[in-house]
DNA sequence: CGCAATCTAATTGTGTACAATTCAAAGCGA
DNA sequence: TCGCTTTGAATTGTACACAATTAGATTGCG
């Protein structure tokens, strides 16, 4: 047990959280590619397939992701015809995204999704409601303690 | 229960994995900053403190990162003196990395870097092992069947 | 009212990620 | 040995991520 035990990449917890979010990422594109959609497309869209409309703050907040992601992403799937950018008439600051009937439609084809991707990681119910809890648990630390 | 509750942000696995990691990687910034270090290339120089030499190809495997991620990065860690980048004699197509003296020193300033990212998680000890056994085996699990 | 402080997106710049392609070197079979 | 295949990096192109800054709109306070 050496001074730099800590810095070996097996005793990190952080390494395979990294690599397995990236790993299963990738795991999900050849699903996504037949919605063509990247992957942060695809959790902007469940969020607007839930929702309907919603500002870009509060996407953000919801994602975890910052304006200088979302605004290009937004504007890639309003081209793609999936959503409307409008500014808010009451407050022009804000921006709110909603789903157009295309987008509506895309939830059809997704639907399949989740499912075909559910066996990919292997784990039992259990273990997957373990996961789940333990990440939510972590990133509810990580985020308050600023 | 609809059909669509696969699709809904809260149900899936992916996303607190993908949002996690992001969330981690954050935190870690400002303590990779005193080193000047991305964190892909912390990483990149964890394998290297441990190993001391490495060629592309197998520094790609420990990290799941492909030489378009790693060619960049090992280039900006030359430029920053760290390691040296060195074709085999024996094999012109492999690329050793090799950490330089300064890369070594760095090793000292990296130390404290672990123990103090370890708080932020909030978890358990206990808690911490089982997330890290579940990792391993879904990065298994994914990277088994292809 | 007037204007500074605040708020929300957009922009800019740097650094990943990865698929697909390219290119040179090495291995290999007839 | 000559071509063919394979291999390992590098390159190219697209798409995030995020810090920092900018720009425009709104709010709030004196």
Redesign the pocket.
């Known amino acids: 047990m050496d001074e730099y035990e800590g810095l070996k990449l097996e005793n990190q917890l952080c390494f395979p959280l990294?690599a397995c979010s990236?790993?299963l990422?990738?795991r999900y594109?050849p699903f996504l590619d037949e919605v063509e959609l990247?992957?942060?497309?695809y959790i902007a869209m469940m969020v607007l397939w839930q929702r309907e409309k919603i500002?870009?703050?509060?996407l953000?907040e919801l994602l975890?992701?910052?304006?200088?992601?979302?605004?290009?992403?937004?504007k890639?799937l309003e081209s793609k015809g999936y959503v409307s950018?409008v500014r808010a008439s009451?407050?022009?600051?804000?921006?709110n995204v909603a789903l157009t009937d295309k987008g509506r439609e895309l939830k059809q084809r997704a639907k399949s999704i989740p499912p075909r991707i559910a066996g990919c990681l292997g784990l039992s119910e259990t273990e997957a409601k373990t996961m789940y809890a333990l990440l939510y648990k972590a990133i509810g630390n990580l985020r308050a303690e600023q």
Do not use: W
């Not at 990247?38 to 497309?41: E, G, K």
């Not at 975890?64 to 937004?74: A, F, I, Q």
């Open positions: 990294y990236k790993e990422v990738r594109q990247t992957y942060t497309q500002n870009v703050k509060s953000g975890y992701l910052d304006s200088g992601t979302l605004t290009p992403l937004l890639k950018r009451e407050d022009e600051r804000v921006l």
